[in-house]
C-alpha cells in the first residue's frame, strides 16, 4: 500500500495517504524528509522549501501560495496557504486535444426505449407537482395507488418530485421551475407521469402543459387540484389508468453510446482528486470512446483549473462558451458582494482540501482529458455526445439534479466524508477512502479507495464499467434502496 504521493513531478508538495507524527519519514524519489508536525491523511507535506509568496503546487499547477516561508516535512493548509484567485478574467484560446486511449467495446445495456428514441435505465411512475402546496397530496395519491395496486410492476418504483417551488416566483427563477420540470416530465427513466397542480399557483398547469412541447399522450395526465371534487380519487384513478398503458414495458439490449452519465463530488477530502475523481475521468475518456455521454457540473469548483477545460475545447466557438461560463459565474458572485474563492466547506478543509484551486483542480480529475463537445445552460438538454459541461453551481442538491434534468439518467458522485443523498435518477456514490465505505455500506455503492491500496487501475476501472452497466440494467444503488429521491431548483431572485 502506497503511503505517501507526489501526485506530478514538478509538484512541491505530496499527499499523505496515512495518518504521519512527527518524526517520522518519507522518501519521494531517491529524497528523505522527515515530518516536523503530525499530518492526517489526505493532507498535503512539503516536499521543498517553499518561500513567502512562492506559488505551492499540485496536480503540476498551482493551489495558492505561500503565507509564509514552509520548510520541507511541514505541514501545507489553510494556516499557510493562501488562494490566488481574482474576480473575471481574460483567456487566450490555446488548443491542446489528448487522443482517447480507448477503442469502442460494443458493449451494450438492457434499457427502456421511449417513443421519441430515448433510453431510460428505470421504468418509474412519477408525480410531478407544478408547485410545493400538493406535495402532501402528491404522496397520499401513491400511497392509495400503492396500496389498491399492489404489485407495481412493470413500473420500478413510484415517487413524487417533491420541491418546494412553482409559486411566488418571478423571471429566471419561475423560467428555471417550468423548466426543471418540464425535463422531469419528459425524462425517459419515467415510464409514466401525473403533473399535479394546484390551480391558482404562478406555475399554472395549462400554461405550463403548453411549454411541455411534444410528449406521449398515453404516459402523460395532469390534473389541477382545485378544479376536481376529490383529488386524491381523481390522482388514483390517473395513476392506474397509467399503469394499464404501460403493461407491455420492457427492457431491451441498447448500446452503452445511450448512456448519459453526470459527474459531481460533494463531501470531498484530500484523496479526491487522487482516486475516485481520476476513476470518473477515466470513466469519461471511456464513454466518450463508445459515443456515450458525460456532463461536468460545479461551475465555481473549475475556478482555478478553468483553463485545462478551455485548453480541451472542440473549438474556439466551444472555447468562447467556457469562458462566458466561468466568468459569468464570477460575476454572479460579485453581483451579490460575495468572494468567488470561498468554496471548500469545513469538511473539505478537515480532510486536506486548503483552497478552491486545490479542490478545482480534483474536481475537474472527473472530466479526464475528453475533448469538450459542449457547453450547455442550466436547464438545457443534452444534444451532442461526449464531454459537456453544464451551467448549475457546487451545492450537491442542485448540481445533481441539474445534471438529471439535463437528461442524464445516472449520476455518479464521489465522496470522500460520505452523503446518503440522491436525486430523481440513480446517483451512485464512490467513495475515495476504503475506511469511508466500510463504515458506510449503506450509502456507498463502489470504493475507489483501493487505487492507492493494491488495486490495478484497469481493473478498478474495468469492475467499474461493468457495474455500471449492471446499474443501467436495473441493479438499484443506495439512495434507491433508502428511499433518499430529492429534488432540488436553482434560485437567485426575490421570493414574493
Same mark, same amino acid.
Given at each position: 500500500?502506497?503511503?505517501v ?21 518519507i522518501?519521494i524519489?531517491?529524497?528523505?524528509i ?11 507535506i512539503?516536499?521543498t ?9 499540485k ?7 505561500a503565507k ?7 505541514w ?9 484567485l481574482t474576480?473575471?478574467?481574460e483567456?487566450t ?7 482517447d486511449?480507448?477503442? $469502442? ?5 438492457? @434499457?427502456?426505449?421511449?417513443?421519441? =428514441?430515448?433510453?431510460g435505465i428505470? #421504468?418509474? !411512475?412519477w /408525480? ?18 400503492k ?13 413524487v418530485?417533491?420541491h ?10 419561475h423560467?428555471?421551475t417550468r423548466?426543471i420540470?418540464?425535463? $422531469? ?5 419515467? @415510464?409514466?407521469?401525473?403533473?399535479l =397542480?394546484?390551480g391558482?399557483?404562478? #406555475?399554472n !398547469?395549462? /400554461?405550463?402543459?403548453?411549454?411541455l412541447g ?5 404516459r ?6 382545485q378544479?376536481?371534487?376529490n383529488?386524491i380519487?381523481?390522482?388514483v384513478?390517473?395513476l ?8 407491455s ?17 460533494g463531501?470531498?477530502?484530500g ?8 476513476l470518473?475521468g ?17 461551475v465555481?469548483?473549475m ?7 478551455m ?8 472555447f ?16 451579490y458582494?460575495?468572494p ?9 478543509k ?7 484551486e ?17 457547453v ?8 451532442n455526445k ?9 451545492n ?6 441539474a ?5 442524464c439518467q445516472?449520476?455518479?458522485f464521489?465522496?470522500?466524508r460520505g452523503?446518503p443523498?440522491g436525486?430523481?435518477?440513480p ?7 476504503t475506511?469511508?465505505y ?16 493494491d ?10 464499467i ?8 436495473g ?9 433518499f ?12
Amino acid at each position: 500500500m502506497k503511503e505517501v504521493l507526489q501526485i506530478n513531478e514538478a509538484d512541491n508538495v505530496a499527499v499523505a495517504l496515512k495518518d504521519y507524527q512527527a518524526g517520522d519519514t518519507i522518501v519521494i524519489g531517491s529524497k528523505e524528509i522527515k515530518i516536523t508536525e503530525d499530518i492526517a491523511r489526505g493532507h498535503k507535506i512539503a516536499l521543498t522549501s517553499i518561500s513567502e509568496g512562492e506559488n505551492v503546487l499540485k496536480y503540476g499547477y498551482p493551489i495558492g501560495h505561500a503565507k509564509a516561508p514552509i520548510a520541507p516535512g511541514e505541514w501545507v493548509h489553510t494556516h499557510n496557504t493562501k488562494t490566488k484567485l481574482t474576480g473575471v478574467e481574460e483567456y487566450t484560446f490555446e488548443q491542446k486535444l489528448t487522443p482517447d486511449p480507448f477503442k $469502442a467495446e460494443n458493449l451494450t445495456f438492457k @434499457g427502456y426505449r421511449r417513443f421519441d =428514441g430515448s433510453v431510460g435505465i428505470r #421504468n418509474e !411512475l412519477w /408525480i410531478v407537482p407544478t408547485v410545493g402546496c400538493v406535495n402532501g397530496v402528491a404522496e397520499q395519491i401513491i400511497n392509495i395507488f400503492k396500496a389498491e395496486v399492489g404489485d407495481i410492476t412493470p413500473f420500478d418504483n413510484v415517487l413524487v418530485l417533491k420541491h418546494n417551488y412553482g409559486c411566488s416566483q418571478l423571471g429566471d427563477d419561475h423560467d428555471n421551475t417550468r423548466t426543471i420540470l418540464a425535463n $422531469a416530465v419528459k425524462h425517459p427513466n419515467a @415510464g409514466a407521469v401525473l403533473v399535479l =397542480g394546484l390551480g391558482c399557483e404562478n #406555475n399554472n !398547469l395549462h /400554461i405550463f402543459k403548453d411549454m411541455l412541447g411534444s410528449y406521449d399522450e398515453d404516459r402523460v395526465r395532469f390534473l389541477v387540484s382545485q378544479e376536481v371534487g376529490n383529488e386524491i380519487e381523481e390522482g388514483v384513478k390517473l395513476l392506474k389508468e397509467l399503469y394499464n398503458n404501460v403493461q407491455s414495458d420492457q427492457r431491451e439490449e441498447v448500446s452503452l453510446s445511450e448512456l448519459k452519465i453526470g459527474l459531481k463530488c460533494g463531501g470531498s477530502d484530500g484523496l479526491s482528486g487522487i482516486t475516485a475523481n481520476p476513476l470518473l475521468g477515466r470513466l469519461s475518456d471511456y464513454m466518450a470512446a463508445q459515443g456515450g455521454t458525460t456532463v461536468l457540473t460545479e461551475v465555481p469548483e473549475m475556478f482555478g483549473a478553468e483553463k485545462i477545460l478551455m485548453e480541451r475545447a472542440a473549438d474556439e466557438a466551444i472555447f468562447h462558451k467556457i469562458v462566458d461560463l466561468i466568468n459569468d459565474f464570477k460575476q454572479y458572485f460579485m453581483d451579490y458582494k460575495q468572494p468567488v474563492y470561498e468554496n471548500p466547506s469545513p469538511g473539505n478543509k478537515a480532510g486536506g482540501i486548503t483552497t478552491l484551486e486545490d479542490k478545482s483542480l480534483g474536481c475537474t480529475q472527473k472530466s479526464g482529458n475528453s475533448t469538450v463537445m459542449d457547453v450547455l445552460k442550466y436547464g438545457e438538454l443534452i444534444t451532442n455526445k461526449g464531454l459537456n459541461l453544464l451551467n448549475a453551481p457546487g451545492n450537491d442538491l442542485v448540481a445533481s439534479s441539474a445534471l438529471a434534468a439535463a437528461g442524464c439518467q445516472l449520476v455518479i458522485f464521489t465522496t470522500g466524508r460520505g452523503t446518503p443523498f440522491g436525486t430523481f435518477v440513480p446517483t451512485m456514490k464512490v467513495s475515495t477512502n476504503t475506511p469511508l465505505y466500510e463504515g458506510k455500506r449503506h450509502w456507498i455503492d463502489f470504493n475507489a479507495g483501493v487505487l492507492v491500496e493494491d488495486g490495478s487501475p484497469d481493473e478498478v476501472l474495468r469492475e467499474f464499467i461493468n457495474y455500471i452497466i449492471s446499474v443501467a440494467s436495473g441493479e438499484w444503488v443506495n439512495n434507491e434502496k433508502n428511499n433518499f429521491r430529492e429534488i432540488s431548483i436553482f434560485k437567485t431572485g426575490v421570493t414574493l
